[in-house]
């Protein structure tokens, strides 16, 4: 079977799409993304054979604000929607998946009009533009949870993060495991505020070893942390994690709960719609974790992340009975459905 996998713009749009073909490396995987984020964390994936192609089309996001730019999108996307095709047509996929981001809308277009079934999925608590327009042209609209309109709830489409290795993680963290591990992640958007945080927090350091995600470009001067800009191998690290500093996506926050990894989540406010703070409201609601204002970090950020580990064992009560979130192989599931449903 072939199928093409689009979705990209930021890190939470490509690793669930890392999680399904790892689930459906027995088919013949296809990517279409720009020359953007999505490309280099997948183009490592062709070189080993993973995926038989990365294929290019050019793609432009809705700007939150009044500019020149939103009136030019329609024929921008135009552009993009015939630049899918193309690739569509050579490659003819029996099935189209589309994680979202305003890379996967002109994909998901392109699939209707040439008669391919498109499984689109949302992560979040509410749709984002690029899901909300992409459903009136997908054959079937998957969420995570059960708060978006028009969507099957199915789970999170996330990696499996119970299978890592404990000294695994401590061997890629650079640390012998004699202190309980304080991970930080802020995501490809959100991590200088959190690595600033930390970096002002020296106190945390006399309790945790503490390894900051820190993000491309952004690596912080700061003797008391490890730190690298990206970590392929997370399952080992959630092995090797006692508590997690982190933002509020979706996926991030499924995958530390599935893993019962304690977690205080800072929701990214200004370069969002705020679905990350709707995200934070409903864990935390769950108990699987605790939420914290940005405009506060440092401060406090010592006594909340003590807080998470002394109380552990009851967090990790929490997040173990949220049986329905790990959904990843339910999607690869539905996937292989339609794939075997179309007849080309």
Known sequence: MKIVFTGGGTAGHVTPNLALINCLRQEEIYYIGTNGMEKEILFPLVEKGEIKEYCEISAHKLKRKLSLDNFLLPFRLAKSVREAETHLRRIRPDVIFSKGGYVGLPVTIAG??????????????????????????????????????????????????????????????????????????????GAKALNDAVANCPELAKRFDIFVICGKNKK?????????????????????????????????????????????????????????????????????????????????????????????????????AQKTLYGTKKVAEIIKTCGESNPK
Not at 262 to 278: D, N
């Open 112 to 189: 209707k009009r040439l008669g391919i079934p498109t499984v689109i999925h949302e992560s979040d608590m509410s749709a984002g533009l690029a899901n909300r327009l992409s459903a009136r042209f997908a054959d079937v609209y998957l969420s995570a949870f059960d708060t978006v309109k028009r969507a099957r709830p199915v789970g999170a489409v996330i990696r499996d993060p119970l299978h890592g290795s404990r000294e695994k993680g401590l061997a890629t963290m650079g640390f012998d495991g004699g202190k309980p591990v304080l991970l930080v992640t802020g995501g490809s958007l």
């Open 220 to 320: 912080i001067p700061c003797s008391f942390v490890h730190q690298a800009e990206f970590i392929g191998n997370m399952n080992d690290l959630f092995a090797a994690t006692d508590v997690c500093l982190t933002r509020a996506g979706a996926n991030t926050l499924a995958e530390l709960t599935v893993a019962e990894i304690p977690f205080a989540c800072v929701p990214l406010t200004k370069q969002s719609r705020g679905e990350q703070a709707q995200n934070a409201d409903w864990f935390v609601k769950q108990g699987c974790g605790i939420s914290l204002d940005e405009g506060n970090l440092p401060d406090g950020l010592d006594r909340a992340v003590n807080m998470l580990y002394d109380n552990r064992v009851a967090f990790r009560a929490k997040q173990r």
